[in-house]
């Protein structure tokens, strides 16, 4: 459904909200009691089973709640946001019945770069936390799979979660005190520091451990999610490393979990010996200039034996080519992965490509005992853009978003100029990263007449913080040029920004523009920055008028900018 579940800030109590579908809106579950006084919390609400996707903002504020019931939901929170934000979670009793349980949740992260948090765990007591699957592929410093904030952590309890941070952010991170048990978890980061323990970042879950005295028994892998939404797991390293509970006697999936060795995760999975599969396709990831380009692809060993031979087929467009024979005595090991290179690949400007690779006849058998992850496929389009275009009525696209569309879509082979015709353009527009830019190919949008007064992007102010409040926003882009045109916010609110970097967006020029807003209150600025690594960006001969602020470059955390 298109609006949000709002529950209204009441004593409300026993409540139970099972087996739902929710999709869009910028809350999903808003469960917000404000009361310092135990006995007139809300008691005895319950979030189970149920698919919250595509929220904006928030999929779960659970706000002064005891007794809080939240089990086997699946959130994906598309790029910026908070997947639980469990405020004062009990915070007060451990009378039978009043422990809060947060268990069996997939919680995903997958895009943006702004800020994310998969639980935002804040004053939390009598909190169990147990066999949740979270990830996090947003980019920011400020993204973390779990953030506890706690006074003194009485009885708050961690047990089987996989987190999972490849945008650069902490798996874990735990303020003002400790935990009271957390053991038995898997943290898996690509970025430098697994986690984050009263200030002091730690890089590695040996120094986590050293740290905080917890997580003796915990690992650090790459669960192998099925995808950045999917949060089934594939890594047979996690199977039979869980400690038992027994508010989790199933999985997300109804499963019955082993009661001596159960798995880590919400996902118990229950793996064959002898199971191979490709994991991604690590190159080309761009063909868009075509030309000639090794492939080469991941496979992982999904079984619970060594792997020491098999096969990796693919073609391109239905077009078999040569397969890949793998064998090795000493093998591929439980949950290990092996990249290879499969040959090579001459793609032409212009045409797609539809690519597949599986895996087949893993340690000589004659068919994979689970066939399911065998398999990837990927269409490419070797159409990247180069030389000049327009934007107008009769042009190459009628608007900015079509054309910053097309150009993230396809990418660049050499310089791109996009000169505009003379209108007014009411749009707000994210140029995101643009495949191919350099310092030699780069992105020039211009006044077609060379008039900047005549070529306006304008996006009105609004009346609070939300989506789309910029004109303009340079996101993780690199090497994007706009000259001689105007970019303002001329109606509206009291919010908004003209222009807006972020996302670490580097080498990008603002020229002999005119960058305006309509004097309001305290929270309209032209050019707004708040995000670490925003760098190397010119602005040069330009008129900035009005607005509360004309440039903010504003960052608070541990990079110097």
């Not at 005190?177 to 590695?204: I, L």
């Not at 089934?232 to 019955?256: F, P, Q, R, Y």
């Given at each position: 459904?298109?609006?949000?579940?709002?529950?209204?800030?009441?004593?409300?109590?026993?409540?139970k909200?099972?087996?739902?579908y929710?999709?869009?809106?910028?809350?999903?579950f808003?469960?917000?009691?404000?009361?310092?006084?135990?006995?007139?919390?809300?008691?005895?609400n319950?979030?189970?089973?149920?698919?919250?996707?595509?929220?904006?903002?928030?999929g779960?504020?659970?706000?002064?709640?005891?007794?809080?019931?939240?089990t086997?939901?699946?959130l994906?929170?598309?790029?910026?946001?908070y997947?639980?934000y469990?405020?004062?979670g009990n915070?007060?009793?451990?009378?039978?019945?009043?422990?809060?349980?947060?268990?069996?949740n997939?919680?995903?992260?997958?895009?943006?770069?702004?800020?994310?948090?998969?639980?935002?765990?804040?004053?939390?007591?009598?909190?169990?936390?147990?066999n949740?699957n979270i990830?996090?592929?947003?980019?920011?410093?400020?993204?973390?799979?779990?953030?506890f904030?706690?006074?003194?952590?009485?009885?708050?309890?961690m047990y089987?979660n996989?987190?999972?941070?490849?945008?650069?952010?902490?798996?874990?991170?735990v303020?003002?005190?400790?935990?009271?048990t957390?053991?038995?978890?898997?943290?898996?980061?690509?970025?430098?520091?697994m986690?984050?323990?009263?200030g002091?970042?730690?890089?590695?879950?040996?120094?986590?451990?050293?740290?905080?005295?917890?997580?003796?028994?915990?690992?650090?892998v790459?669960p192998?999610?099925?995808?950045?939404?999917?949060?089934?797991?594939?890594?047979?390293m996690?199977n039979?490393?869980g400690?038992?509970?027994?508010e989790t006697?199933?999985?997300?999936?109804?499963?019955?979990?082993?009661?001596s060795?159960?798995?880590i995760?919400?996902?118990?999975?229950?793996?064959?010996?002898?199971d191979?599969?490709?994991?991604t396709?690590?190159?080309?990831?761009?063909t868009?200039?075509?030309?000639?380009?090794?492939?080469?692809?991941t496979v992982?060993?999904?079984?619970?034996?060594?792997?020491t031979?098999?096969k990796?087929?693919?073609?391109?467009?239905?077009t078999?080519q040569?397969?890949?024979?793998?064998?090795?005595?000493?093998?591929?090991?439980i949950?290990?992965?092996?990249?290879?290179?499969?040959?090579?690949?001459t793609f032409?400007?212009?045409?797609?490509y539809?690519?597949k690779?599986?895996t087949s006849?893993?340690?000589?058998?004659?068919?994979d005992?689970?066939?399911?992850?065998d398999?990837?496929?990927?269409?490419?389009?070797?159409?990247?853009?180069?030389?000049?275009?327009?934007?107008?009525?009769?042009g190459?696209?009628?608007?900015f978003?079509?054309?910053v569309?097309?150009?993230t879509?396809?990418?660049?082979c050499?310089?791109i100029v996009?000169?505009?015709?003379?209108?007014?353009?009411t749009?707000?527009i994210d140029?995101?990263?643009?495949?191919?830019?350099?310092?030699?190919?780069?992105?020039?949008?211009q006044?077609?007449?060379?008039?900047?007064?005549?070529?306006i992007?304008?996006?009105a102010?609004t009346?609070?913080y939300?989506?789309?409040?910029?004109?303009?926003?340079?996101?993780?882009?690199?090497?994007?040029?706009?000259?001689?045109m105007?970019?303002?916010?001329?109606?509206g609110?009291?919010?908004?920004?003209?222009?807006?970097?972020?996302?670490?967006?580097t080498?990008?020029?603002v020229?002999n523009?005119?960058?305006?807003?309509?004097?309001?209150?305290?929270y309209?600025?032209?050019?707004?920055?708040?995000?670490?690594g925003d760098?190397?960006n010119a602005?040069?001969?330009?008129?900035?008028?009005?607005?509360y602020y004309?440039?903010?470059?504003?960052?608070?955390?541990?990079?110097?900018?």
């Amino acid at each position: 459904m298109g609006n949000t579940s709002y529950y209204s800030p009441s004593a409300d109590s026993a409540n139970k909200f099972i087996n739902n579908y929710m999709e869009g809106g910028f809350y999903g579950f808003y469960m917000y009691y404000y009361t310092y006084y135990t006995a007139a919390r809300a008691f005895g609400n319950v979030i189970s089973n149920n698919t919250i996707k595509d929220v904006y903002y928030m999929g779960v504020m659970a706000y002064y709640q005891y007794g809080f019931t939240f089990t086997n939901n699946k959130l994906n929170i598309g790029d910026n946001g908070y997947g639980l934000y469990n405020y004062y979670g009990n915070n007060a009793t451990s009378a039978s019945g009043s422990i809060n349980l947060i268990a069996n949740n997939f919680i995903s992260i997958p895009n943006g770069n702004s800020y994310a948090y998969g639980m935002l765990c804040y004053y939390n007591e009598y909190t169990k936390y147990l066999n949740n699957n979270i990830y996090i592929g947003n980019t920011s410093t400020y993204a973390y799979d779990a953030y506890f904030y706690t006074s003194s952590g009485t009885s708050v309890v961690m047990y089987n979660n996989n987190y999972v941070n490849t945008g650069g952010g902490y798996a874990i991170y735990v303020g003002g005190s400790s935990m009271d048990t957390s053991d038995y978890n898997n943290f898996y980061v690509t970025g430098s520091n697994m986690g984050s323990y009263n200030g002091s970042a730690q890089a590695t879950l040996a120094d986590w451990q050293s740290t905080t005295s917890d997580d003796a028994n915990s690992m650090s892998v790459k669960p192998g999610y099925l995808s950045k939404t999917n949060l089934h797991i594939m890594n047979a390293m996690l199977n039979g490393k869980g400690k038992w509970c027994s508010e989790t006697k199933k999985d997300i999936d109804g499963d019955v979990r082993n009661t001596s060795t159960p798995d880590i995760g919400a996902d118990e999975i229950f793996p064959p010996a002898t199971d191979a599969g490709v994991y991604t396709l690590d190159s080309p990831a761009y063909t868009g200039c075509g030309g000639t380009r090794d492939v080469w692809v991941t496979v992982a060993n999904y079984g619970t034996g060594t792997l020491t031979s098999f096969k990796v087929n693919w073609s391109v467009n239905g077009t078999a080519q040569t397969a890949y024979s793998y064998s090795s005595s000493t093998g591929i090991t439980i949950g290990q992965m092996l990249q290879v290179k499969l040959g090579s690949y001459t793609f032409t400007t212009g045409s797609t490509y539809a690519m597949k690779f599986y895996t087949s006849s893993p340690n000589g058998l004659s068919t994979d005992p689970n066939p399911s992850n065998d398999t990837i496929a990927k269409s490419m389009a070797a159409s990247g853009l180069t030389g000049t275009y327009s934007i107008g009525t009769s042009g190459t696209w009628t608007t900015f978003t079509a054309a910053v569309a097309d150009l993230t879509t396809k990418g660049v082979c050499g310089a791109i100029v996009i000169n505009v015709d003379d209108n007014t353009y009411t749009e707000s527009i994210d140029v995101t990263a643009i495949p191919g830019t350099t310092a030699t190919k780069t992105v020039t949008f211009q006044s077609k007449n060379n008039d900047s007064s005549k070529v306006i992007l304008d996006w009105a102010l609004t009346s609070s913080y939300g989506a789309g409040n910029y004109a303009l926003r340079l996101n993780g882009c690199s090497y994007v040029i706009f000259k001689k045109m105007t970019i303002q916010r001329s109606t509206g609110g009291n919010y908004g920004n003209a222009i807006e970097i972020t996302g670490s967006a580097t080498y990008n020029t603002v020229t002999n523009c005119e960058i305006r807003s309509v004097y309001s209150g305290a929270y309209s600025f032209l050019v707004y920055s708040s995000t670490a690594g925003d760098e190397y960006n010119a602005f040069r001969n330009n008129l900035l008028y009005n607005s509360y602020y004309g440039v903010y470059c504003y960052h608070y955390g541990t990079i110097r900018d």
